[in-house]
């Protein structure tokens, strides 16, 4: 599996678990609304922007995990 295959792997798994769409997603995490429609269809993010989507990934599951129950 190449990186840009696990990476669009990584933000579909989030959107699974998290219920976000995708829209919503690219909106909140880079200003972009279209940014997962456009991973699908194959789009190589930039150094940047993946590194963007990872700490927007790690701080909604960290807010997750720290909701009170």
């Known amino acids: 599996m ?7 792997a990584d933000v ?4 699974a678990s998290s219920g976000m769409t995708a829209t919503a997603f690219g909106k909140d995490a880079l200003g972009d609304p279209s940014f997962v429609t456009d991973l699908r269809r194959g789009r ?3 150094l940047g922007s993946v590194d963007k989507v ?12 720290e909701a009170p129950q």
């Open 54 to 65: 990872y700490e927007f990934i790690r701080a909604k599951n960290q807010a997750s995990a």
């Open 44 to 46: 190589s993010p930039g």
């Open 12 to 15: 579909e798994a989030f959107l």
């Open 2 to 8: 190449t990186f840009s295959e696990q990476f669009a």
